[in-house]
């Protein structure tokens, strides 16, 4: 009996935590000296924005993944054009770090065009998850139908980009495998750490796209935190799913299981990142606030 009325009680107690969370969420406006978004503003319109994902169609969804898989290989496009086109001129090591400069084509067309791509609705499909608006279980199913998308989407940009390059005379096959194993020649342990800083930038970035008010500063925010991940060598998973698959098909220096461990270790990683590192922690300052 005792036991019965302290659940009950407990369940009574996060009801109304819940209630006086949602409360915040709706008075939440922009601050009027400097018409910035506040927290709470930013948090209710990601929560919003996550829901309306979840109520889309199932095929909506795959084909606005499918889509984002296919849109952000142009970034690919333009690593590898700039990578054979550098290489004899400049130094390898610093090649790489000007291909920081190209990366975030990709991500602009993918976003602005609010295709669906994981890493950036990562910490936006969790959040509802969070508000207790959807279930663990839901939240699963919508990464795993998003991550399908991304991955196909990607391998047929990597059959595209992989003929199509040495035809136009832009880059080789060789530049397609040294860039896939510049990508893979981590531990899998640092892949992993590096995956989770990626998808917690990638969180973060998704947060100051719905602080921003113009096209714009949004487009200025996207460069910044791409050209981050290239500039440092931070992996991300569906560009790398490219980088990689790519290398894949073209080179017998690249595995099926080389292949299969990065991509598990580092969707895992980016997930972890943006889910917690970002949806979590951003959530729960404002409910700590809140309480």
């Keep these: 009996m005792v036991s019965t009325h302290y659940m009950l009680k407990k369940k009574n107690n996060e009801t109304e935590e819940q209630k006086n969370i949602d409360e915040e969420l709706k008075k939440s406006e922009s601050s009027e000296l400097t018409h910035a978004k506040s927290h709470g503003e930013i948090l209710k319109q990601q929560i919003i924005e996550g ?109 595209s980009l992989v003929w199509i390059g040495p035809h136009l005379g832009i880059f080789d096959l060789k530049t397609v495998e040294k860039i896939a194993i510049h990508v893979t020649n981590y531990d899998n342990t640092v892949i992993f750490v590096s995956a989770i800083l990626a998808g917690w930038l990638m969180g973060l970035l998704s947060w100051l796209i719905a602080a921003s008010k113009s096209t714009l500063s949004r487009i200025v925010l996207i460069f910044m935190i791409t050209a981050v991940l290239a500039f440092t060598g931070l992996h991300h998973s569906i560009v790398g799913n490219v980088e990689v698959f790519a290398g894949l098909i073209s080179s017998p220096e690249i595995t099926i299981i080389e292949y299969v461990v990065f991509i598990c270790l580092a969707l895992l990683g980016n997930a972890l990142g943006g889910a917690f590192f970002v949806a979590l922690l951003k959530y729960r300052a404002f409910v700590y606030d809140v309480e």
């Excluded at 770090?97 to 065009?113: A, Q, R, T």
């Excluded at 499909?125 to 991550?147: A, E, Q, Y």
């Design 51 to 159: 829901q309306e994902t979840y109520d889309k169609n199932p095929i909506s969804i795959l084909l606005s993944s499918f889509t984002a898989g296919l849109e952000i290989g142009f970034s690919y496009l333009l690593i590898c054009t700039l990578f054979f086109f550098l290489q004899g001129k400049v130094e390898e090591d610093t090649i790489i770090k000007l291909l920081s400069f190209v990366y975030p084509v990709g991500f602009i067309m993918v976003i602005l065009g609010q295709s669906i791509l994981f890493t950036e609705h990562t910490s936006l499909l969790t959040l509802p998850v969070l508000n207790k608006k959807r279930t663990l279980h839901s939240l699963l199913k919508l990464w795993g139908l998003v991550i399908l998308g991304n991955l196909i989407g990607g391998y047929a940009i990597a059959f």
